[in-house]
DNA sequence: GTCTATACTGAGATAGAC
DNA sequence: GTCTATCTCAGTATAGAC
């Protein structure tokens, strides 16, 4: 039934667009009531971020899963890089999906609170790790910023892999991060 | 009026809880209706970060006003070493709003998209200086670790300047770049 | 599964500032 | 008279309580 509701809200939201969709149609597309909708989704805003606590999972056990006695950032690009099988599977579709997140204030809201969710949780499986709060914190920070820059160019250039887009935007970092303060 | 609905609203937040204070109540206390209340405010979250745009503003306007041939994160480091002052000044106000934000997900949701709001803008601001665009989003997001890392700290311990915790945000940020990759 | 509170929107009327 | 702020009224949709 999760499935349905989601294969339904989403097929609104391309046809018509999220604020012109209403819960009640949603439901109905799926052949059940309004209040089954809310059943399984806390609001109509969740439904389009169904998955992103399996990612954030894989993200945390490949986290805890990594050898001891590495640096903190080693052992989130360790992480990242494991997760580049899910990621090239999902692309077909988080693309269009992302088409209409990003054309709906309500739900680019939601993304940046999944995006802060997604760091807090990084920031906790280093401190689990031993690392310090605000040096997990800071890690976890610059780490989704790699993330984001590697996958970023790695959809604008698949002819290499998302683990060399990781490489460069290490670089990058450290170029950046050797300027002057 | 727009002061007078924003102090009517924090006063019910800290006295009830965000939850529990509805947009009439916040309008009565103010001395006008409820509809006058959306005039002022698209949303009801959105009293909570009134003059968010201005402390935007002045990060982009201390971006665009670095002498040029500085790297991304020399200017950067700049425009929030010149945010010092207003920071110390807002600090007595900002704590208790931060304690109302922190215990209100529907609040906490909207500062995730203020500050992913934030870091588009620094992103622009990087941009329109001539920085390559991914290069900025790194930048800027990196930027913005380096800046919570550092508020935090100050925070923490206020015996040093801002200016102080951000070099040592900056040293570790570099060892953390300089790990193995 | 039913009922209700409340956030939010829209259109039009009123009143005061200039 | 024009402009702007507020109010009045009517309504819809989400979400939570029961």
Redesign the pocket.
Known sequence: MRGRLQAAAWALYAERGYDR??????AARAG?????F??Y??????VAFDGSAEFMASFTDAIAAAPAGLGPMEVLLRAFRSMEPMLADNRAVNEPRQAVIGATPALRERQSAKAAAMTAALTQALRDRGVEAKLAALSAQTGMALWDHAVRAWYEDPSVGLGVHLDRAVQALRQLSAGDA
């Open positions: 969709t209403t819960t009640a149609e949603i059940v009531t309004e209040r089954t809310f059943r989704f806390p609001d109509k805003r969740e």
